[in-house]
């Protein structure tokens, strides 16, 4: 399990937010291969065009805005009891590759270094399941932070450099006290910052959109350049939700 800066509990004891949050470290070799071993699995199912990466990513060290107020929480910098992973194996493969001995730094958030490490742990597991999968001739994508820099900054995921075939950014507008044009905003970043290399299913949440604001959100990711959208979750995928899709779609399909 990973463990934290401030005192360094694993997650399976001491859970960050909600009492589901259980991760286990990126670093270690064991964690890739019980991956792996599932990935692998789910390859050998006759049919199976591919497989969906999610919670690819450490912890959030930094929740979204609107999430915050939930936790009764302030968290205008990062804080070390939210701060992921400070594992035996974490700390001797960075001392290995940098020579810095992450424990004798005084502020660890601040080491530019060491965010990078945690950044390339991530990438480095996705990219090597990638190839595994790529090798049984199926599709890799993954459901990931609304853009890489965001990502970055709240959970670790440098995901415009994963091997993946396609994408699917969560961009839960609500999430971030942003309004639903936002989607468009993310959609964009998404695309530059991967070079559009990989396509890009913008991920709306249902739960905060009417249907009106459904045929918006759809409506600024494929003008922005997305590849298609994905909802979450189908349970609150209402009649209002139906006819907003039905009526993008045949506006896309008129031309109108």
């Not at 930094?62 to 070390?80: G, R, S, W």
């Not at 965001?150 to 609500?174: G, K």
């Not at 003008?223 to 896309?252: I, M, N, P, W, Y």
Request: a negative charge; proline letters at 5%.
């Amino acid at each position: 399990m990973v463990r934290g800066q401030s005192d360094g509990n694993s997650c399976f004891d001491v859970r960050p937010y909600v009492n589901y949050y259980q991760w286990v470290c990126p670093s270690k070799e064991e964690v890739y291969q019980h991956i792996l071993k599932q990935v692998t699995e789910l390859c050998g199912i006759p049919g199976l065009k591919g497989v969906h990466l999610d919670y690819v990513r450490y912890s959030d060290v930094i929740l979204p805005e609107a999430l915050q107020p939930v936790y009764n929480l302030v968290q205008d910098k990062e804080y070390p009891e939210f701060d992921f992973c400070y594992c035996a194996t974490c700390r001797e493969k960075f001392k290995k590759t940098s020579g810095i001995d992450i424990q004798t730094v005084e502020d660890p958030t601040a080491l530019l270094e060491w965010r990078q490490y945690r950044y390339d742990s991530v990438t480095r597991l996705v990219n090597r399941l990638s190839k595994e999968v790529h090798q049984k001739n199926k599709l890799i994508t993954a459901a990931v932070f609304p853009y890489p820099e965001l990502a970055r900054t709240i959970c670790r995921q440098s995901w415009d450099e994963w091997h993946l075939d396609a994408v699917f950014p969560m961009i839960y507008q609500n999430f971030y006290n942003k309004p639903v044009e936002w989607v468009k905003y993310a959609v964009q970043k998404g695309i530059t910052d991967t070079r559009g290399k990989v396509p890009l299913f913008a991920g709306l949440y249902l739960p905060e959109l009417s249907g009106e604001d459904l045929k918006k959100a759809i409506d600024y990711s494929l003008e922005a350049g997305a590849s298609g959208v994905a909802v979450f979750d189908f349970g609150s995928f209402s009649e209002a939700h139906q006819e907003a899709f039905k009526t993008a779609l045949l506006e896309r399909d008129t031309g109108k």
